[in-house]
């Protein structure tokens, strides 16, 4: 049978890719704003009181998308579509949509965290932060009145507030924090990229990790949470599981040393990165 070339496509096939490509782009469009511009008042509070419900009806589309283009590519035997076409030229630069993943991520995470902190949904922590900071640069070294008036390393462990000092001392704003947080976060798209290629050696499929890790709804709820600064400690562990896995080991001492000044909790990953290499590499 002679093949046709695409312009003779007959045109139920050419429908037949236009509807997936919409279907495809709405699923999407659904699943990263979780249904919320189509989602009635009553329905949202049924939604929070059955939040396993609203999980479920955002992974419909997608698992519809899924399973068509399965379908289509493995029984029917259909071309890829523009969109799908589109995509896999995409993939075709990792390095640049990394970047961009960054970049994206850093600006969304920003803007979101910025807005609610100018619409006074900024929470109680925010504030005992920023003024801890604010002290220390003026002489009073992580001194918190709103925690009635102590050191905060009596409250938790992290002394990694002093290192915040410098740059809110250029920019003395809470909105510094906010960004600083975010551009952490952020930041962890590189080393899991790096680890998920390390791993399974393929430069799309960790790209694929990276834009998990972006949609990931605790990630962003994390973010979302006001400022934190045990938040700051995610690109550092996974900076030192990385170097770990390449047998750089002041490199990962280095970065677990960091990991240790955010908050105490970070020792206990710290203790499992370590079990990690004293049991499974055999480098204790």
């Not at 390390?198 to 799309?204: F, I, R, S, T, V």
């Amino acid at each position: 049978m002679t093949h046709l070339s695409p312009r003779f496509v007959p045109i139920k096939m050419s429908t037949e890719a236009l509807l997936f490509d919409i279907f495809a782009l709405g699923a999407f469009y659904w699943f990263l704003f979780a249904g919320e511009p189509f989602l009635s008042k009553s329905t949202e509070e049924v939604l929070q009181v059955k939040p396993w419900l609203h999980r479920v009806l955002i992974n419909i589309p997608v698992s519809v998308v899924l399973g068509w283009h399965y379908l289509r590519r493995k029984l029917w035997n259909q071309d890829l579509t523009p969109l799908s076409k589109l995509i896999s030229f995409l993939f075709s630069f990792p390095k640049c949509l990394l970047w961009f993943s960054f970049l994206t991520f850093t600006v969304t995470l920003t803007l979101s965290a910025w807005i609610r902190h100018d619409a006074f949904h900024s929470s109680f922590d925010l504030a005992i932060f920023v003024q801890a900071i604010w002290n220390t640069l003026h002489g009073k070294f992580l001194y918190s009145s709103i925690k009635g008036g102590i050191c905060l390393l009596a409250d938790h462990f992290s002394p990694i507030l002093t290192l915040l000092a410098a740059p809110y001392a250029l920019w003395p704003d809470p909105k510094c924090l906010l960004f600083l947080q975010a551009l952490a976060v952020s930041s962890c798209v590189f080393p899991l990229y790096e680890l998920a290629k390390k791993q399974l050696h393929d430069e799309g499929v960790a790209l694929l990790f990276v834009l998990a890790f972006v949609l990931y709804l605790p990630v962003r709820n994390a973010v979302r949470f006001d400022f934190h600064v045990e938040v700051m400690a995610m690109p550092v562990l996974l900076w030192a599981f990385l170097n770990l896995t390449q047998k750089r080991f002041a490199r990962t001492s280095f970065f677990l040393g960091l990991s240790l000044l955010s908050k105490e909790n970070s020792a206990l990953a710290t203790f499992a990165i370590g079990c990690y290499a004293a049991f499974t590499m055999k480098h204790r």
